[in-house]
């Protein structure tokens, strides 16, 4: 059986909102405030993560946001993420962009679970993570938690609600903590 594995960027007050500052919200661009020392110790840990994935899940948005910026690419962290096989959760996308991606109905995503080995990784997909949430088919949730309150934006739990102990907290670089918590099931 597979992990589901919910991996984000968020800033201190929960909000992944735009962080690259593209989508055009007013305090979008935080994940580019970051020092150069923090990015590269950022990449370490997202690059050691996706090595360890067997596979990722996305949701629609995501898949295209992120086959416009890996799919060309090379290098041991590109080429991996180009490799892995990519579920993409979507009632409307046939053909998905990106090599090795599959579409996929929500109504699958248990499934995929139980067929699964390894952890499947879910970047971004605000959306999507509600969803699973909802559905109670998080296993872990990855925090990587970037120095600035922006006090409003899309927080990346929305109104999910659960339990999760604490497995790990670390700091990376000089400014980010890396959090992993484990969800608790009653």
Do not use: C
């Amino acid at each position: 059986m597979g992990k589901i594995i919910v991996s984000e960027n968020v800033t201190l007050d929960g909000v992944g909102q735009d962080p690259t500052g593209e989508e055009g919200f007013d305090r979008g661009g935080w994940f580019t405030r970051i020092s150069d020392a923090d990015r590269a110790a950022w990449a370490e840990v997202e690059q050691a993560e996706a090595m360890a994935a067997a596979a990722l899940l996305l949701g629609r948005h995501s898949h295209d946001w992120f086959a416009t910026r890996w799919a060309d690419r090379t290098g041991a962290w590109a080429d991996r993420l180009n490799a892995l096989p990519k579920y993409v959760v979507s009632t409307t996308l046939d053909e998905p962009r990106w090599a090795n991606s599959t579409a996929l109905p929500p109504t699958e995503v248990a499934k995929l679970k139980d067929t699964m080995d390894g952890d499947i990784v879910v970047y971004a997909s605000r959306q999507l993570v509600h969803t699973l949430f909802e559905q109670d088919l998080v296993d872990e949730v990855r925090l990587m938690v970037f120095p600035f309150v922006l006090g409003a934006g899309d927080r990346v739990f929305g109104e999910a609600a659960g339990s999760m102990r604490l497995v790990e907290a670390r700091r990376i670089g000089a400014d980010l903590t890396f959090l992993t918590y484990r969800t608790v099931r009653f």
